[in-house]
């Protein structure tokens, strides 16, 4: 190796080592946040009257509630909340403005998505804030209102957390988890056995034998493909076994996207190989490129509608977003492909063009 190479090399490290902690510093600090905004809210008003529309527009006015949906029915909910579209939903009953009016106790349902508990319970609170903060000043401000001057409001909230009513924080966590253990098994360790097969000299002795670079790459990816399937397959029975986290949805279709997650992994790990030349920065850029954001930008831990737009769409190239959402929507939701379309496409298209690059990666170091 040349001493041009050497230099190079150094400072390429360098580099990385100095942008490394401003990176991290940068994603700790927008992205571990615990206050919710942009809330997905839906609806059910089956007799819209002057108060349901009162309340619903303090929802709206507050600037943490988006309404997404009005419905007429409770049945309703099901796809909305199935499908991620709704976090949380009001539910109004029949004469909720004539129980207001004759000084009765108002009753309404506040239902949320406690797929994620913590954000859940959060939610759950935020609304029950604004009800009682409109009933006592409506009540205040009876004498210009519809409920009689001297009348005090009263309503009673009551809430029921959806998919994970016992807020189990082992139902958010083994999910995501599964994306982290496959991220290491597949990205982090590809990414460093194959540096060091390039550092050995094997790696040159392939490139220069009449085997194409897809051929290289099969051998490769096909035991870690191994690995990270019995993997998926290990963590699933820990899940329900250990950790008694439900399995509502399809184990096949769960398993499918399991494995196509490890392609993805598997995809991006042996680009990264292919363009470093050493374990160390090797193992930095797939720390970087794949361990933090698959940890910060997933919604793993913290809820993606917390973070900046910027943090948002950055998320949207990150692999263990869309697996998380996966798995946690066939685990706890019970849902099928008609749900988490979407999210495979992502993933799809994702491990064809890391499949492309790491190929076109092989082919310029072999000319």
């Known amino acids: 190796m040349s001493v041009g190479s050497k230099r190079r090399r150094d400072r390429r490290t360098a580099a990385v080592l100095i942008a490394l902690p401003v990176v991290q510093v940068m994603l700790f600090g927008y992205a571990i946040r615990t206050d919710v905004d942009d809330v997905r809210l839906a609806v059910v008003d089956p007799a819209p009257d002057s108060a349901t ?69 959060l939610l759950q609170s935020y609304a029950e804030s604004v009800v009682n903060q409109w009933a006592g000043e409506s009540g205040e401000s009876g004498r210009a209102g519809p409920f009689g001057p001297a009348r005090s409001i009263r309503i009673v909230p009551q809430s029921r957390m959806r998919f994970n009513p016992t807020r189990e924080s082992s139902n958010l966590f083994v999910p995501g988890l599964m994306a982290f253990v496959l991220t290491i098994i597949s990205s982090l360790m590809t990414a460093i056995s194959l540096t060091r097969e390039k550092e050995t000299g094997t790696m040159e002795a392939l490139l220069v034998s009449p085997l194409r670079p897809w051929e290289i790459i099969a051998g490769k990816v096909t035991p870690y493909l191994a690995i990270g399937f019995i993997s998926v397959v290990a963590v699933l029975v820990e899940a329900l076994l250990v950790f008694h986290v439900p399995l509502r949805g399809s184990v096949p279709l769960l398993l499918f996207e399991g494995a196509l997650y490890i392609l993805v992994s598997l995809s991006l790990g042996i680009l990264i190989s292919a363009r470093t030349s050493s374990q160390r920065v090797a193992m930095m850029f797939a720390l970087l490129g794949t361990m933090l954001p698959n940890i910060l930008l997933s919604g793993f831990i913290f809820p993606l509608e917390s973070m900046p737009a910027a943090l948002r769409a ?13 798995a946690r929507g066939i685990m706890l939701k019970g849902i099928g492909l008609e749900y988490v379309w979407r999210e495979t496409l992502f993933l799809a298209a ?18």
């Open 53 to 121: 529309i009162a309340l619903r527009n303090r929802f709206a006015a507050g600037g943490v509630f988006r309404t997404v949906a009005v419905v007429p029915r409770t049945a309703d909910l099901d796809p909305l909340f199935e499908s991620g579209k709704a976090q949380q939903a009001i539910v109004f009953y029949p004469g909720f403005a004539r129980a207001l009016g004759r000084g009765v106790p108002a009753k309404l349902l506040i239902l949320t998505d406690a797929t994620e508990p913590n954000t859940g319970s």
């Open 314 to 326: 950055i998320s949207y190239v990150i692999p263990g977003r869309w697996f998380v959402a996966i």
């Open 350 to 367: 994702m491990a064809t063009v890391l499949l492309v690059a790491s190929i076109r990666s092989f082919n310029e170091r072999l000319e």
